[in-house]
């Protein structure tokens, strides 16, 4: 976590103790966010559980290429599913970076920026019924 | 798709064809298609396809002994092909299940639940509604005698019940039929308004415009000089009429603004989701039952999990271990199956060429979770006048309630039934799958307190069961659907098959992901690529 802290940290510049107490809601939202959606597979400290859902922790796709792991969290992957209308963008972004950061791992960050563009494409319009089986 | 013959699709079936044009053109691009063959939607899902072929004895193993993989043995025996299903639970059926007493339900790390209710209560924690035009469902039931009765998905005297949005509503659980009518009663007011106005003179001819003020005017919601909304008979009363003098009173409709503040919710409707659905007596499983009883023992062979899978240009050598015993053993045969659930098939070890592998990633399991509720009382019916429905909430983690359909007025067997507590779906259902057990309880309970206060705490049994299917180790998702860039890109890969090996079940028809209409079709289209294949090599 230091080092997302650092990162971020760089990253704003001139930074005030104002950014510096987002910084640390930011890191909060994520392990919430965490806590609520993730962990009920992937487990506390994203430490996963038998061979049955994957360890974020020391995961070579979490720690890889940020753009598969943004349409992961976009679209879903065979068994895992999609958080496109159950997260908010920005949430979305606050997730990866924070499972990107946690535990040991120490990938670089997204930006919001890169999460809106891919949102943009994946997004589909409303239709106004609702989901439902 | 090969793109060297455009009227005559290669490589493909009819049907896959129908669905990639459906994909890319949408309906009316598939009608086109299906009128330069000559056929109509009705033969194409109404029964199983015809095969070319018999199967000269080629030896089919199918994964999975869901509705898709007996679909697949029973039909595919019938043509000649020898069928072995290989099932890693215990029992048949796989998310076609439902839960009554001594049924165990146990997630992976959580307790195990052991179901207690009353003899003859059940709660379909799997599938649980079929609406009218999933013949392909209602196929199988007639024909294998599961009898099937309707199950009430809409009453008017169900509940919408929002907390979260501002309003005089807020909290309050409000009648369906009165938030549905006054929402078409103001919409009828406005719209008379203003085409009586002259405002909608530029949109519809004067003949039109007549012709609706006409009919806007005999739907009886509005008074014919000032088109004004008005207490009504399809509103009802807020004093029932009765015998003699007693005319009864008739209710007054909430004000529009108030109105409009829940009205989206009635958007819940769709073709496929319409007032009047069917299930099966006595619990959806009866639908995996009948499936079971027409296949051979045999044909089914119990607690074996995949370990590995190869194949080569002659065959496919399937390798499974016995959960019980820990015995391994290997089986040959011409073709595989999977219907397995994607993310459990994502954990074989099989040979896959890349593009299958890929193609398989474009697709996402969807969470869902359920609770049945069991009652000493039919409250909801004596106090409420609900007989089956569903109540919406905008509660998260928990989107409706649903009131049994079956044993209606404890005719058949007594005052009690089985409430469906909740059933959240998507990312929404996650956080409930977090709680333990007795909490999942306490949530369902305290949504349901506040929608029949004084009732639903006081006339639960003590028993309840719930699901997380994310949580179900042999199916880690209620169901699976296409991302909308693996539709067009990566669900004509899967559904030619790779090699030897084929997938199937509800991924294989993805406007029908979660239905069971959509493991069945699924199914069938399988088979048709797999005919088609035996036709041309053998």
Known sequence: MKNYFKLLLALLGASTLMTAANAQDHSAEGAQIYTDYCEACHQIGGEGYEDIYPALKDNEFVNGDKEELIYLLLEGRAGMPTFISDLEVDQLTTIINYIRNSWGNTAGEITQEEMDAAYDE?????????PGN | MTDTDNSQPSGMTKRSFLQSVGMIGGTAAVMTALQGWEMGFASEMDRPPEMSTDGKGKKVIILGAGLAGMVLAFEMAKKGYKTQIIEALDYAGGRCVS????????????????????DGNYVNYGPWRIPAEHKSTIYYCRTLGVPLEVMVNKTGKSYYYYENKEGPFKGVPIRQEHADIDFKGYSTELLAKVADQGALDQLISQEDKEMLLTHLKRSGLIDSKEFNYRANRARGHSSYPGAGTNFGKLSEPYEMADVLSIANASRNETADHPAVMFQAVGGMDQIAQGLKRALKKSQI??????????????????????????RVRSEEADYLISTAP????????????????????????????????EFNHRFWEQNDMIYGGVTSTDIPGHRILSYPSGNLFGSAHGDTGVILGYYPIGGQSIPISNLSMAERTEFALSVGEKIHPGNYRKYFTGESISVAWHKMKYALA?????????????????????????????????????????????????????????????
């Open chain 1, 122 to 130: 994946i997004a589909e319009e409303e239709d106004g019924f609702g």
């Open chain 2, 99 to 118: 839960a009554r007493k001594g049924s165990v339900i146990e997630e992976v790390g959580s307790e195990k639940q052991v179901c207690n209710f009353q």
């Open chain 2, 301 to 326: 062979r119990y607690n074996s999990e995949i370990t590995d899978i190869v194949q080569d240009d002659n065959g496919v050598k399937v390798t499974y271990k016995n959960t019980k015993n820990g």
């Open chain 2, 342 to 373: 994607l993310g459990v098939m994502q954990k074989m070890n099989i040979n896959l060429s890349e593009d299958m592998a890929a193609a398989i990633k474009a697709t996402s399991g969807s969470p869902a979770c359920k609770i049945g509720v």
């Open chain 2, 478 to 538: 209620g169901w699976e659907n296409w991302s909308r860039r693996g539709r067009t890109r990566s669900f004509p890969v899967m559904q030619k098959g790779d090699n030897r090996i084929f997938i199937s079940g509800n991924i294989a028809s993805p406007a029908l992901g979660g239905w069971m209409a959509g493991a069945i079709e699924g199914a069938w289209s399988t088979m048709e690529v797999i005919d088609k294949r035996v036709a041309q090599q053998g």
